[in-house]
T-cell receptor, first 115, second 112 residues
Framework: KAGVTQTPRYLIKTRGQQVTLSCSPISGHRSVSWYQQTPGQGLQFLFEYFSETQRNKGNFPGRFSGRQFSNSRSEMNVSTLELGDSALYLC??????????????FGEGSWLTVV | GDSVTQMEGPVTLSEEAFLTINCTYT??????LFWYVQYPGEGLQLLLKATKADDKGSNKGFEATYRKETTSFHLEKGSVQVSDSAVYFC???????????FGKGTRLSVIA
């Protein structure tokens, strides 16, 4: 059974640009969550989608957005990139909503560097 | 709201030493509890979980027991190896209306 797949794995962007990251969940999983991980702030929750609906959103500015498609694949977008957006972006999927006690499974992440 | 508190790291141990990483939680009701591990350069992996009081989760020699009376879920391993060097995250899931709540992570370094 294939795991959570994130693309691209590594990317470098310039300040002011925008970026789109993609996540393919485990087959049959309908919930996708996104996290930002940095050395200074640790693991921070961005948002969660379940059956194409955003269920929860973390404390991030509106430059961070996401969506989920009917096949449960998800994308997140960051517009007007800032140096502080450099981070590992992790996607995780689960059968049901993550807070319901469902185990969530992580991808290997997308490493974003903003220069 | 729900929260998880882990012991601050980093933790440095010699090979074959006993490991304990403390995790306590604050939550209403009966949450599910998890330990995730992140090896260098990788995403997080589920290490073990427990879904009700007194449950013991175990995997790869690691164990944690869900203690409702002390609201704790401490991670233990009897004899650590260099390959256990990683960051360990305690997490809590309590409601379909809120996301999984993670602790800040504890970095473990095991030296030969």
């Amino acid at each position: 059974k294939a795991g959570v797949t994130q693309t691209p794995r590594y990317l470098i962007k310039t300040r002011g640009q925008q970026v789109t990251l993609s996540c393919s969940p485990i087959s049959g999983h309908r919930s996708v969550s996104w996290y930002q991980q940095t050395p200074g702030q640790g693991l921070q929750f961005l948002f969660e989608y379940f059956s194409e609906t955003q269920r929860n959103k973390g404390n991030f500015p509106g430059r961070f957005s996401g969506r989920q498609f009917s096949n449960s694949r998800s994308e997140m977008n960051v517009s007007t990139l800032e140096l502080g957006d450099s981070a590992l972006y992790l996607c995780a999927s689960s059968m049901g909503p993550s807070g319901s006690g469902n185990t969530i499974y992580f991808g290997e992440g997308s490493w974003l560097t903003v220069v | 709201g729900d929260s998880v508190t882990q012991m601050e790291g980093p933790v440095t141990l010699s090979e074959e030493a006993f490991l304990t990483i403390n995790c306590t939680y604050t939550a209403t009701g009966y949450p599910s509890l998890f330990w995730y591990v992140q090896y260098p350069g990788e995403g997080l992996q589920l290490l073990l979980k427990a879904t009700k009081a007194d449950d013991k989760g175990s995997n790869k020699g690691f164990e944690a027991t869900y203690r409702k009376e002390t609201t704790s879920f401490h991670l233990e391993k009897g004899s650590v190896q260099v390959s256990d060097s990683a960051v360990y995250f305690c997490a809590l899931g309590n409601s379909g209306n809120t996301p999984l709540v993670f602790g800040k992570g504890t970095r473990l370094s095991v030296i030969a």
